[in-house]
Every structure is written in structure tokens, then in C-alpha cells.
């Protein structure tokens, strides 16, 4: 017997769309959500109200027709950053939320901060403002093992940030281990997004039998028990938890290298491994919570117009493995399962 779901339309609250070719390739399989957090690691970064403006443009004209999808643009936090520009922006509805990369922290971060107290004004006047900071929570340390560099940064910057400015309201992105799940428990005015991908695999997956590039994000998977607590926390219905995919394609020539750079495509198929993830959890009724209400109601938005069905089926469905981006192909995410669950038309 097909199961069938019905949800309020999901959000992805953390979500690579690119530029260019690119864009136009990846947008579509987006197009359906309501609204999705558009990260500004853009070549150069997306950092004034006039770039996202712009950038939002360039977003709204790559969509098909019939999409469903609201961009809500963020800035990229530089140390030059303008507070006046960042809260006029906000104030226009031009962006929904600020990104603070440490510098060097993950793909295109070159631009981040390397001085905390330097972009101390730009978080004063966004509590003020009532304006989400989104952080990318991995200290660039090189003294740091990779493995640790999210444990690390709750205690050197993430911690130390929330306390200097009461009231600032923080995402702590992609959240990979059980102490950035504790840390986001047990305070207040503090989210996280959890991917797609952290949720299926652990750093085996990515290493045992020969290295697969299609599995290296940053920050990188960790091992088995922080994948646990992921799922645990994904599913436990707290509202401090929401689906963010960071899906971030890469042309495969960049991924399949001698420096292969970091970033899973998971737009394409991320919500039928979500909802298997949830079944296997015994979960699927806190789904919805976690892709379409928990989010929202954490930018203080309502949730999203419309549903979507979900639907599964007893026969794996067979998805694309790869789409084509002008000249490139990019790899779709391929969680190591049968995929049963699909996305019906919605109303
Ligand atoms: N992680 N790749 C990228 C971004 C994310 O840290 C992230 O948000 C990217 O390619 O933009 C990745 O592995
Ligand atoms: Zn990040
Ligand atoms: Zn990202």
C-alpha cells in the first residue's frame, strides 16, 4: 500500500543557488519549496543591499515558470561592513538575515572575519534591528584538527559573540556534532539547520574504501554518534531544529581533483531522504515541523502557502544521478539507500 504525507510546502533554510550557468541549473529543482535562506558566497560576496538586490534578480529571472519559491537573500559579513547598510537593507525587505564565515572556513570564505571585535557594531545595531545572524561554526585555526574545529568555535567565538551582544538572534548552520546540538539545546535565541547529507553519512562513508568526493562538505561529516545525535535532534520535534540542505553544487571536474573542493547537490532529492530518515525513526509525524514550521516560526515568519504531498512508493524511484550546467555536470547526492518517497504535485 503507497503511504501518503501531506505537509505544509517546506523551506530550506540554507541553500547554494550560485550564479550564472550554474544558477540557471540548480534553481529548478528549488523552485517548488516557499522560501530558502540564499547563502552570498558568491565570487565576489554578495555584501551590500544593492548586491543582494541584484543577486535576488538575477534568482527570480533563473526560476521556471510556476515556481513557488521566495528567495530571502542574506549578506556576507565582512569586516568593512556598514551597519547602516545592513539594517537599510533589512528594513526594505531586501535581505532576511546576515552570514558570518570565519575567514577560510569553507568554499569562498576568503572574505570572512578574522577579528570578532571588529563586527561588533554590525551585531549590536542587528539585535537592535531584530536581524538573525547565520554562522558558519568551524574555528580555521590550522593548530585545530579538522574534526574538532565546530566543538572549538562554540567555546572561542560562538559563545564569547552570544554573550557580547545580548539579543542577537543566531543560526548555528549545518550543525555537525553532538556538542553543537547540546550548545543549541540548552540556550536560548539560538537555532540550527541540519543538513540532508549529515543525517545519512558519517566520516566512513566518506573515507572507508576510497575516498569519495560526492561526500566531502565542510564541515565535514563526523563520526557515528554525532550523526546520531543529528538524527535524534532532527527528530525530537524541538523547534530549535530546522532543515537547512546547504545543498552546494560543484561542477564534477572540480570535485573529482586531486583538491577536491567541498559541497553536496542535494536539492534535487533531499526531502524523499529527509522523510526516509524520519520513517527509519519512527518519526514521520514530527516531519513537517522540521521541514515547514520550525524554521519559519524561528524568523518569525508564518509558515509557507500550499502543500505538497509525499508519497511512498513499495518500487525504489529512479532519479536523475547527475544534471548538466552549460558545459559541466554536477553529481546529485546519493545517500547509499533505495529512495521510496516522492514528491507528488502539489496544491
Ligand atoms: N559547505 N560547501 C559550500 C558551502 C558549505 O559551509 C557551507 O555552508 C559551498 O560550496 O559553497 C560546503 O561544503
Ligand atoms: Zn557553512
Ligand atoms: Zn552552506
Same mark, same amino acid.
Given at each position: ?48 543591499? =544593492? ?5 535576488? &534578480? +538575477?534568482? #527570480?529571472?533563473? @526560476?521556471? /515558470?510556476? %515556481? ?41 570564505? =576568503? ?5 570578532? &571585535? +571588529?563586527? #561588533?557594531?554590525? @551585531?549590536? /545595531?542587528? %539585535? ?220
Amino acid at each position: 500500500m503507497n503511504e501518503k504525507l501531506t505537509l505544509r510546502r517546506p523551506d530550506d533554510w540554507h541553500l547554494h543557488l550560485r550564479d550564472g550557468a550554474m544558477l540557471a541549473a540548480v534553481a529548478p529543482a528549488s523552485a517548488r519549496l516557499g522560501r530558502a535562506i540564499i547563502m552570498p558566497n558568491l565570487v565576489p560576496p554578495v555584501v551590500t543591499g =544593492a548586491d543582494a538586490a541584484a543577486y535576488r &534578480d +538575477r534568482i #527570480r529571472a533563473a @526560476l521556471p /515558470a510556476g %515556481a513557488t519559491l521566495t528567495p530571502l537573500m542574506t549578506l556576507y559579513l565582512t569586516e568593512a561592513t556598514d551597519p547602516a547598510d545592513v539594517v537599510a537593507a533589512h528594513r526594505a525587505g531586501i535581505i532576511a538575515a546576515v552570514k558570518l564565515y570565519p575567514a577560510g572556513a569553507t568554499t569562498n570564505s =576568503a572574505s570572512g572575519v578574522r577579528d570578532f &571585535d +571588529r563586527v #561588533r557594531p554590525v @551585531l549590536d /545595531a542587528m %539585535a537592535e534591528a531584530g536581524i538573525p545572524l547565520c554562522v558558519h561554526g568551524e574555528v580555521t585555526d590550522p593548530g585545530i584538527d579538522i574534526f574538532d574545529r565546530e566543538a572549538v568555535f562554540i567555546d572561542r567565538v560562538l559563545d564569547p559573540v552570544r554573550r557580547a551582544t545580548p539579543g542577537l538572534r543566531v543560526i548555528m548552520e549545518h550543525v555537525t556534532t553532538s556538542d553543537g546540538v547540546d550548545y543549541v539545546s540548552g540556550n536560548d535565541g539560538i537555532g540550527a539547520t541540519i543538513t540532508t547529507h549529515h543525517l545519512v553519512i558519517n566520516r566512513n562513508h566518506l573515507l572507508v574504501g576510497g575516498i569519495r568526493p560526492h561526500y566531502y562538505c565542510l564541515p565535514v561529516a563526523k563520526r557515528e554518534s554525532h550523526r546520531l545525535a543529528l538524527r535524534r535532534a532532527a527528530t525530537s520535534g524541538d523547534p530549535r531544529f530546522f532543515s537547512g540542505t546547504d545543498s552546494a553544487p560543484h561542477p564534477d571536474r572540480a570535485k573529482e581533483s586531486a583538491c577536491g573542493c567541498a559541497g553536496c547537490f542535494t536539492a534535487p532529492n533531499w526531502l524523499p531522504i529527509v522523510a526516509q530518515v524520519f520513517q527509519d525513526e519512527g518519526a514521520l509525524d514530527r516531519l513537517e515541523g522540521f521541514v515547514s514550521l520550525n524554521g519559519a516560526a524561528f524568523y518569525g515568519l508564518p509558515p509557507a502557502e500550499g502543500r505538497i504531498t509525499l508519497t511512498r512508493r513499495d518500487q525504489p524511484v529512479s532519479a536523475p544521478t547527475h544534471i548538466t550546467a552549460g558545459d559541466e555536470t554536477v553529481t546529485v547526492f546519493e545517500p547509499g539507500f533505495p529512495i521510496h518517497w516522492h514528491v507528488e504535485d502539489d496544491a
